[in-house]
């Protein structure tokens, strides 16, 4: 106990504690049947929780791994009425890893395309208000109020413009990145209507931004959207890398992003999952769309407020 004293003592996160005689006691477990194998001690630092917690699970996972393939080699030892080979403990000899929902692992490269793509849809945004800033310099709604158009019209244009463009670069950049990267999804129809949907709510957003641009009469605020906002979305949304890893609450809330909701969509379909299996995502950019079109309707200029 000296040795395990003098660790204890020394700045570790965890000690693992194997007895004398353990070695042979575990071979002799293995090879004769024996159970008679003196328990391993596993001492933590309660100074460091954090850290100990992780070797806590390391070596509770470990074990676990040891026995489920003791048992399933016992088993096959059993019924097949054949000798331990030397390679026991190979998970190939005993079992095989399965894919409960057979679908495929996403390659690097199928990862980042997805997510640059679905980061400057983003920009449309900040196009389509530029444009609007433009008009409004132009006069243009005035002479809309003024032909006694309704502003849903102008709003309307805004967002079939957005989800036009929207949809016409994803199509274009899916289309390069299937030749140039073999980025291609199984089937079209799930493909093409996840475009739709994510599209739409590109737009809606840009009807947004159109909007804020009207109301309160900041020129800086496309500049704001196009250099942070979207970044902020990326990163959020899992464009930049697995935001998962990092955290589950920035992952659910990158959910509710439009481009993290089309991301995970895009990936999906990707790893071989069915349109069905998508309504979740559906209903978030249905409820996207129309919050920020609701939004926009808000903030808008009405008539006689246009400056």
Same mark, same amino acid.
């Given at each position: ?6 660790? =204890? ?5 965890? @000690?693992? +504690?194997?007895? %004398? ?24 630092? %309660? ?15 470990? +074990? ?15 019924? =097949?009425?054949? #000798?331990? %080979? #030397? ?11 399965? &894919? ?7 390659? *690097?490269?199928? +990862? !980042? ?6 980061? $400057?849809?983003? &920009?449309?945004?900040?196009?389509? /208000? ?22 849903? @019209? !102008? ?13 016409? =670069?994803?199509?274009?950049? &899916?289309?390069? *990145? ?6 291609? &999804? #199984? ?42 906002? @979207? *970044?902020?979305? /990326?990163?959020?949304?899992?464009? $930049?890398?697995?935001?998962? %890893?990092? *955290?589950?609450?920035? !992952? ?9 909701? /089309? ?18 995502? $559906? ?25």
């Amino acid at each position: 106990m000296d040795a395990l004293d003098e660790v =204890q003592r020394a700045d570790y996160d965890g @000690v693992i +504690y194997f007895p %004398e005689g353990y070695r042979i006691a575990t071979w002799k477990q293995v090879f004769l049947g024996e159970d008679q194998v003196p328990a391993a001690q596993v001492y933590l630092n %309660e100074k460091a929780p954090l850290r100990a917690s992780i070797v806590d699970q390391i070596v509770d996972q470990l +074990y676990r791994y040891w026995n489920i393939q003791m048992s399933l080699n016992e088993i096959a030892s059993a019924q =097949q009425r054949i #000798p331990l %080979e #030397p390679n026991w403990f190979v998970p190939d000899s005993v079992g095989s890893w399965e &894919f409960f929902d057979e679908r495929e692992p996403i390659s *690097s490269f199928d +990862y !980042y395309t997805v997510g640059m793509c679905v980061m $400057f849809a983003l &920009f449309v945004v900040a196009f389509i /208000a530029s444009y609007g800033q433009l008009e409004k310099q132009q006069q243009v709604f005035q002479r809309v109020m003024l032909a006694n158009v309704s502003p849903w @019209v !102008y709003m309307i244009s805004k967002w079939v413009s957005g989800t036009l463009i929207s949809f016409v =670069q994803l199509i274009i950049v &899916f289309t390069l *990145s299937s030749l140039v990267y073999q980025t291609t &999804f #199984p089937t079209v129809l799930p493909f093409v209507v996840i475009t739709i949907m994510f599209s739409i709510t590109v737009g809606a957003l840009a009807v947004l931004m159109t909007s804020f641009n009207y109301h309160f009469q900041i020129t800086s605020l496309i500049t704001v959207f196009s250099s942070g906002i @979207v *970044s902020i979305l /990326a990163l959020v949304g899992g464009s $930049f890398f697995d935001i998962g %890893e990092l *955290s589950e609450s920035l !992952y659910r809330l990158g959910q509710w992003t439009p481009n993290g909701a /089309a991301l995970n969509s895009y990936l999906y379909l990707l790893s071989g999952g069915e349109l069905s299996g998508l309504k979740a995502t $559906f209903y978030r950019l249905a409820f996207m769309s129309a919050l920020f079109i609701g939004c926009a309707w808000l903030v808008f200029p009405k008539r006689g407020e246009a400056q």
